[in-house]
């Protein structure tokens, strides 16, 4: 059974520029997580998908964070305008009951 | 809100040493706790975890217990391998509202040298 699969694994990209971060959760999850490490600190909490619905969007950072989810299945996570703050390791995850699944998540730097 | 608190790292140790990364954490409810494991290269993966007092996961050597008194899940291994080598997080997640909203600790990188 596949994972959780995260595209692209790094992006660097210009202040300004916009990125468009993709998560394949696992066949059949309802639930997705987005998480984002920055600076190496912990692990923050960005938003929770119920298949096509934002249950929760509470760690969104700001107005420059979009995420979707059409069709309940893979999600994307854009960022538009990057800003330099923003760079870190950005992970997804899914769950059907219990356990959440995390992805390789995607190194982005912004210079 | 809920936190979690990390003995703060790098950790070196030579092998076949003793492990333990401590970790404490503050929630209002009841939560159930973590330790996830990030080897170079790959993503997060589930250690162990404990979902009530005086439990205690175990997987590949580690352990930890859930120590309600304390607000504490120590993680311990007896003799580490150079492949322990990766980034351990300690998290908390309150399954009565959330199951897989979870709050985690900064991380604490190990590096075992033989």
């Known amino acids: 059974e596949a994972g959780v699969t995260q595209f692209p694994s790094h992006s660097v990209i210009e202040k300004g520029q916009t990125v468009t971060l993709r998560c394949d959760p696992i066949?059949?999850?309802?639930?997705l997580y987005w998480y984002r490490r920055v600076m190496g600190k912990e692990i923050k909490f960005l938003l929770h998908?119920?298949?096509?619905?934002?249950?929760?969007e509470s760690g969104m950072p700001n107005n420059r964070f979009l995420a979707e989810r059409t069709g309940g299945t893979y999600s994307t996570l854009k960022v538009q305008p990057a800003e330099l703050e923003d760079s870190g390791v950005y992970f997804c995850?899914?769950?059907?009951?219990?356990?959440?699944?995390f992805g390789q998540g995607t190194r982005l730097t912004v210079v | 809100g809920d936190s979690v608190t990390q003995m703060e790292g790098p950790v070196t140790l030579s092998e076949e040493a003793c492990l333990t990364i401590?970790?404490?954490?503050?929630?209002?409810?009841?939560?159930?706790l973590f330790w996830y494991v990030q080897y170079p290269g790959e993503g997060l993966q589930l250690l162990l975890k404990?979902?009530?007092?005086?439990d205690k996961g175990s997987n590949k050597g580690f352990e930890a217990t859930y120590r309600k008194e304390t607000t504490s899940f120590h993680l311990e291994k007896g003799s580490v391998q150079v492949s322990d080598s990766a980034v351990y997080f300690c998290?908390?997640?309150?399954?009565?509202?959330?199951?897989?909203?979870?709050?985690f600790g900064d991380g604490t990188t190990l590096t075992v040298k033989p």
């Open positions: 995850a899914s769950s059907q009951h219990f356990e959440a699944f």
């Open positions: 066949s059949g999850h309802d639930n």
């Open positions: 998908f119920v298949k096509e619905s934002k249950q929760d």
């Open positions: 401590n970790c404490t954490y503050t929630a209002t409810g009841y939560p159930s």
């Open positions: 404990a979902t009530k007092a005086d």
């Open positions: 998290a908390l997640s309150d399954l009565g509202t959330n199951a897989g909203k979870s709050t």
